[in-house]
């Protein structure tokens, strides 16, 4: 025990520090994201979808290959390629 129990650390409020900074990133960080998400906007998925068809189509003329058709129904588009037509019911192409 110490001889004077009025005595206090001398670090104070030192290691409050470090966590009123990362609370300050955090919240900049939240901040940044909420600026961008409303400055671009919901994209959704009809944009990767509408890449995928330009990539298709621009490889399928680089390699001299039939152009494919584009398939247009949401539930085949969410089924892996490798993966229509292995059970029957996603085999349709429009």
Do not use: C
Request: aromatic share 8%; hydrophobic share 40%.
């Amino acid at each position: 025990m110490s001889a004077h129990p009025d005595e206090k650390s001398s670090t104070g409020y030192g290691n409050l520090t470090t966590v009123a900074w990362s609370i300050l990133v955090m919240g900049i960080s939240l901040a940044i994201v909420i600026v961008l998400y409303v400055w671009f906007g919901y994209i959704g998925p009809s944009f990767s979808e509408d890449v995928l068809i330009k990539q298709q189509a621009e490889l399928r003329e680089q390699f001299n290959l039939p152009p494919e058709e584009v398939i247009t129904d949401p539930e085949v588009l969410q089924t892996p390629p490798s993966l229509r037509g292995v059970d029957g019911e996603n085999n349709s192409t429009a």
